[in-house]
């Protein structure tokens, strides 16, 4: 009986499908409406399939699969990525593995802790101004890491709300750009910076 029924409510369980859906996702042509302002990542899967193939990533990233087995291998191999860019689009933006990618929403360390109004929910598009000018402190940095936000500051490089929030984004810079320090760690551990306000 044990076995039977464990079949009967995994079917049960693979049986259900988000609200958003009109039919379960292992059709094809499912459609997808938005429900308590949430849509279904069908959109996303879809697109998935068109951006991302193995043989994409292999043609074009051979270099990070190379260093990914080297560095489980030991090696030091310093990864560095092509440039930095605003990324708007979630699907395009998996197939960025030469890029860094900062992504309005809670991908960003810094504007994941930024108080933003919400027009649904995970989509705050006054964040977006912001990633961008995350972006510009990037790209005018010689050395992306530790202290990049201060010296962006100090040159006048910033805008007002990275000035007006330096000690927060401070913080949590020490945690983007770890030194493994366990001391420091420990320390970091139980800092909890205050919320980015633009």
């Known amino acids: 009986m044990v076995p039977a029924l464990g079949v009967v409510i995994a079917l049960l369980v693979l ?7 009109d039919k379960h996702p292992m059709f094809h042509n499912v459609g997808c409406r938005h429900v308590d302002k949430i849509a279904d990542a069908a959109f996303a899967r879809k697109a998935l399939r068109k951006f991302l193939s193995f043989d994409k990533w292999r043609e074009k990233d051979r270099n990070i699969f190379r260093i990914s087995k080297s560095s489980c291998q030991g090696d030091n191999s310093e990864f560095r990525y092509k440039g930095v860019i605003a990324g708007w689009r979630c699907s395009r933006n998996y197939t960025l593995l030469d890029m860094k990618v900062i992504h309005p929403g809670l991908t960003d360390a810094i504007l994941a802790r930024t108080e933003m109004k919400s027009v649904r929910p995970a989509h705050k598009v006054g964040l977006w101004p912001l990633a961008e000018d995350i972006v510009s402190i990037h790209k005018a940095s010689d050395l992306v890491g530790r202290g990049m936000y201060r ?3 100090e040159k006048g490089n910033s805008p007002k709300w ?3 929030n330096l000690e927060t984004i401070e913080v949590i810079e020490r945690k983007i750009y770890n030194n493994h320090n366990f001391w420091e760690n420990l320390k970091l551990a139980f800092t909890f910076p205050k919320r980015v306000k633009p």
Request: charged letters at 25%.
């Open 15 to 21: 049986s259900f499908y988000p609200a958003q859906l």
């Open 151 to 153: 010296r962006a500051v």
């Open 162 to 164: 990275v000035e007006k």
